[in-house]
């Protein structure tokens, strides 16, 4: 066999591993529950918008007379509007009308392909174009995990965005999707770099490079407009927060858990993260 050929196999291999990851990782998500504000006694209204590159999302508008405050709820990886629907009570009762959709490539919107928070961006876009049609005049994001990081992402490009709240957001998306192969059972030796060549690969398949669109190099361009950030010290996915933290312009805030880990203060102290966050937009839309 000749040296070229050994060189080919352990470089195929890689590609093959690498692809893998990516299409696991960006794949399309189907529903995996169905919730509604009736079951809440919210009156609400399904509603579709669009994004920029031409695709269809789905979302659920829950409007408040006379109010043009308005809060959009950004969901996780994997997940759909239907996980956060029991959030929007505090944030209608507090006279926040509420905007919750699926991602791209999520529940029932349109998208063959997710991408950590790249194009995730003009969905969060499109969400801020349908507000405004609709007369908002102040507008908040509150992203959980994935939807931290397209929160962090598209908030720098979204001037009519006023203040963004984080929660469990990832630093970067290698360091993500490192926690989450730990979480799996490899080793980190191992998981450190396979995450490194799952997102080369998929920034290969974008035609993007990944690298350049992690929330740690764009979070302090939302200043000087205020960002909140909740950090659960247990979370496996951003064990980096303190550069996340330190490279966010100011006012920031942040609310440290000890004992919590990725996104579980609504969980463990879900009183408190009602108060806290409900606060926040009080102060800041």
Same mark, same amino acid.
């Given at each position: 066999?000749?040296?070229?050929?050994?060189?080919?196999? !352990?470089?195929?291999?890689?590609?093959?591993?690498?692809?893998?990851?990516?299409?696991?990782?960006?794949?399309?998500?189907?529903?995996?529950?169905?919730?509604? !504000?009736? @079951?809440?006694?919210?009156?609400? @209204?399904?509603?579709?918008? /669009?994004?920029?590159?031409?695709?269809?999302?789905?979302?659920?508008?829950? !409007?408040? +007379?006379?109010?043009?405050?308005?809060? %959009?709820?950004?969901?996780?990886?994997?997940?759909?509007?239907?996980?956060?629907?029991?959030?929007?009570?505090? *944030?209608?009762?507090?006279?926040? /009308?509420?905007?919750?959709?699926?991602? &791209?490539?999520?529940?029932?919107? #349109?998208?063959?392909?997710?991408?950590?928070?790249?194009?995730?961006?003009?969905?969060? #876009?499109?969400?801020?174009? *349908?507000?405004?049609?609709?007369?908002?005049? &102040?507008?908040?994001?509150?992203? *959980?995990?994935?939807?931290?990081?397209?929160?962090?992402?598209?908030?720098?490009?979204? +001037?009519?965005? /006023?203040?963004? %709240?984080?929660?469990?957001?990832?630093a970067r998306a290698r360091t993500a999707i490192t926690g989450r192969c730990v979480e799996v059972g490899l080793p980190r030796w191992l998981a450190g770099p396979l995450a490194w060549l799952a997102v080369t690969v998929t920034s290969l398949r974008l035609g993007a490079n990944l690298f350049r669109y992690e929330p740690v190099c764009w979070v302090g361009k939302i200043a000087p407009r205020p960002i909140f950030f909740i950090h659960g010290e247990l979370d496996q996915y951003l064990p980096d927060f303190d550069d996340l933290y330190?490279?966010?312009?100011?006012?920031?805030?942040?609310?440290?858990?000890?004992?919590?880990?990725?996104?579980?203060?609504?969980?463990?102290?879900? @009183?408190?993260?009602?108060?806290?966050?409900?606060?926040?937009?009080?102060?800041?839309?």
């Open positions: 066999m000749s040296l070229a050929l050994w060189l080919l196999i !352990p470089f195929g291999l890689l590609l093959a591993v690498g692809l893998g990851l990516s299409f696991y990782l960006t794949h399309r998500f189907g529903l995996s529950e169905v919730h509604s !504000p009736a @079951e809440y006694g919210l009156e609400f @209204e399904e509603v579709t918008f /669009n994004t920029s590159d031409g695709l269809i999302l789905h979302g659920c508008w829950i !409007p408040v +007379p006379a109010s043009d405050r308005a809060v %959009v709820i950004l969901h996780g990886h994997g997940g759909s509007m239907d996980w956060d629907i029991h959030r929007a009570p505090a *944030f209608h009762a507090a006279g926040f /009308n509420v905007l919750l959709f699926d991602f &791209r490539a999520h529940g029932r919107s #349109q998208g063959r392909l997710a991408t950590f928070g790249y194009l995730e961006r003009r969905d969060v #876009q499109g969400a801020v174009v *349908f507000l405004k049609e609709r007369g908002m005049k &102040r507008i908040g994001l509150l992203g *959980f995990s994935y939807g931290g990081m397209a929160s962090m992402l598209a908030a720098p490009i979204c +001037p009519d965005v /006023n203040a963004v %709240v984080t929660d469990g957001g990832p330190a490279a966010a312009g100011e006012p920031k805030e942040v609310w440290r858990l000890p004992e919590v880990g990725h996104t579980k203060a609504s969980v463990v102290y879900p @009183e408190e993260f009602r108060r806290r966050v409900v606060e926040f937009f009080s102060r800041t839309l």
